[in-house]
């Protein structure tokens, strides 16, 4: 234990002495907490709505009107010249053009049906998909008050929907972000970190030294895991406090789980980072591995994209990827308020990643040094 003490007091030394890399460990959770949650917000606003409205009549304005009030869109009219519009949205101005035909009034009075032309500009499919959709419920919503209102008697038989938003009920997208944004941070500072750790050891030429000295190959990864896994830990208390002070967000369930979930995640983790480091011989190959492999368990773990969502191939994909299960505990923790019970799957699955991790840290340092 004492060489133990010593070798974790020469790791903390390495760290702080470098002017940068504390300043840079401190800041990149802050700015990754007050950043990409607003910028990987999914609700679609300021959608640019052209009108075209052929008719002209009292219906036609109130429905124009109607889909301007949405929060969703910037609605603008335009002229009756339907070549100008779609002129627009080739130009990127205008993301969906609504015509509504001449005797638009006339067709639903005497028909009580009428048609209403949506033109989308579906470059970004996700943008357009959900402008369209918006679109649709507001016509859906105004087809709905003309019938109700036409009517001189409704029956009291008639069904209501109500709707009840679980776990999340202000539908907000950064309650979704915000604690897989906490899980993106501890993966890339404890990877980070630990990928660098042997590789500077070997550029430094004291590998040798470390190597002749009285100490086992366990004790030597330990010492290069523990001080990665304190400062990992003093991360995720200050991204808790932003989460609560900046965004409101408190978790449902306890923080001991929140914890215990993370301590063991980075141990797993950073002993994928001295894998990475037990293969490289430089710095630079140590940082290049780790960005390719984080950027493909961070784009399959479900941080920004639900994995449901994802072709099948991907979803079995994502069965070897820690970070997913360590996702879906935070979230599970955070906004559903899952006790240890619930999460006993991510539990196990967690505890066997880093376990196996940790062996192969420990023998393919050993194939390396030997």
């Known amino acids: 234990m004492r060489r133990l003490a010593y070798l974790l007091e020469k790791e903390f030394k390495h760290i702080f002495r470098d002017k940068f890399m504390p300043k840079l460990i401190i800041m990149v959770p802050i700015i990754q907490l007050l950043i990409l949650p607003f910028a990987a917000d999914f609700e679609m606003k300021n959608i640019n709505l052209g009108v075209i409205d052929r008719d002209g009549s009292a219906l036609s304005k109130r429905l124009a009107e109607k889909s301007g009030a949405s929060k969703y869109f910037n609605a603008e009219m335009l002229g009756p010249d339907y070549g100008a519009a779609m002129g627009l949205i080739e130009q990127n101005l205008a993301d969906i053009v609504m015509e509504i035909p001449q005797d638009f009034e006339k067709d639903i009075t005497n028909e009580g049906a009428a048609n209403v032309l949506l033109s989308v500009n579906a470059i970004n499919g996700m943008k357009g998909g959900l402008g369209a959709a918006y679109l649709n419920s507001i016509i859906s919503d105004f087809s709905r008050e003309i019938t109700e209102t036409s009517e001189p008697y409704m029956p009291p038989s008639r ?212």
């Not at 991907?314 to 955070?334: H, K």
Request: proline share 4%.
């Open 159 to 370: 069904l209501q929907t109500l709707t009840e938003d679980r776990y999340n009920p202000h539908l907000s997208t950064k309650a979704f972000i915000v604690p897989g944004v906490m899980v993106f941070l501890l993966s890339l500072i404890g990877g980070i970190l630990s990928s660098l750790n042997i590789v500077s050891e070997k550029e430094a030429g004291t590998m040798e030294q470390m190597n002749m000295a009285p100490i086992s190959k366990i004790t030597f990864i330990a010492s290069k895991i523990i001080p990665v896994w304190i400062i990992g830990m003093a991360l995720l208390t200050i991204a808790i406090l932003i989460a609560y002070f900046v965004y409101g967000l408190f978790p449902e369930g306890s923080f001991a789980i929140i914890y215990g979930f993370a301590a063991i995640y980075l141990t797993a983790f950073t002993a994928f980072g001295l894998i990475l480091s037990n293969y490289s011989s430089t710095a630079q190959q140590a940082m290049l591995s780790f960005i390719f492999f984080v950027m493909l368990f961070l784009l399959l773990g479900g941080i920004f994209t639900p994995i449901s969502s994802m072709p099948v191939w991907a979803q079995n994909l994502t069965l070897l990827n820690p970070v997913r299960y360590f996702v879906e505990t935070m979230r599970g923790v955070y906004l559903r308020g899952c006790g240890f019970a619930d999460l006993l799957p991510q539990f196990y699955t967690i505890c066997a990643f880093a376990i196996a991790l940790n062996i192969y840290a420990v023998s393919s340092f050993r194939r390396n040094t030997d």
